[in-house]
């Protein structure tokens, strides 16, 4: 039987490749967008990522979740420095929540108040996409924008505490086996996955939107 890593690699193939094939995130990495627009996308992570973490500290003691919460993956500390950077001290006070963010962020609070298994699904497409295609972004983002490599407007993708990226993806896919139960369980948790590139997906078509191209 396929381990329940593979599973979920495999069965959200397809979103993922829908999520790479955006519009946003072809104009970022194809060098066409201005540094406003990346850090609007900063701003839109700092609050999803709000709601990834306020849950990680709430389910840090669940059976099913607890392993998950490592503190070498938190990231509101490099997104709060990089937007100090790209935005100014001010940031905070400007800073605000596409409706399509909302929504994601509010899916990942449904799940830590209700269905901690759930919660998996936003923590494995999130982490893993960031030191996986995250470091394709971070190295456009530096040459786009001429940000200091590895430094302020990048730190978010940027794992200090993770020297081996490949060794802690083989780590992490060996708790994504050991997540308890049944067939059913699992097939949620992929249909959850899915549901949350699909946010991932609203929230690049929201900034699309906001940051069109000029024909
Ligand atoms: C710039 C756009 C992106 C590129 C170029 C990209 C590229 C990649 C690549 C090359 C891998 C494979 C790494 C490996 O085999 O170890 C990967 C994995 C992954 N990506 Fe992306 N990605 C992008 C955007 C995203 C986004 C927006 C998400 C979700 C929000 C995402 C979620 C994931 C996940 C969860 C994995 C891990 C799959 C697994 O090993 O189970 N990616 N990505």
């Not at 790479?20 to 900063?42: C, E, K, P, Q």
């Not at 701003?43 to 003691?61: D, H, I, K, N, T």
């Not at 790209?86 to 909302?102: H, V």
Request: hydrophobic fraction near 40%.
């Amino acid at each position: 039987m396929e381990s329940f890593s593979a599973l979920l690699r495999t069965a959200s193939r397809e979103q993922h490749e829908e999520v790479r094939g955006s519009t946003f995130i072809g104009d970022l990495l194809g060098h066409r967008l201005g540094v406003d627009a990346f850090a609007r996308y900063t701003e839109q992570l700092w609050f999803v990522y709000g709601a990834l973490e306020s849950g990680a500290r709430q389910l840090a003691a669940d059976p099913v979740v607890g392993p998950f919460v490592r503190p070498e993956l938190f990231r509101m500390t490099a997104l709060e420095r990089d937007l100090e950077y790209l935005r100014g001290p001010g940031w905070r006070t400007t800073a605000d929540a596409l409706p399509a963010t909302l929504e994601y962020a509010e899916r990942i609070t449904a799940c830590v108040r209700t269905w901690p298994a759930g919660y998996i699904a936003h923590h494995y497409t999130r982490y893993l996409g960031d030191l996986s295609g995250g470091q394709i972004i971070r190295d456009t983002a530096e040459k786009t924008w001429g940000f200091p490599k590895r430094g302020d407007g990048v730190r978010f993708y940027v794992f200090e505490g993770i020297p081996n990226p490949a060794a802690f993806k083989r780590t992490y896919a060996r708790l994504l086996d050991a997540v308890p139960g049944d067939e059913l369980e699992r097939q949620r948790i992929v249909a959850e996955c899915k549901r949350a590139y699909g946010l991932n997906n609203g929230m690049f078509e929201a900034l699309g939107k906001e940051f069109p191209l000029m024909a």
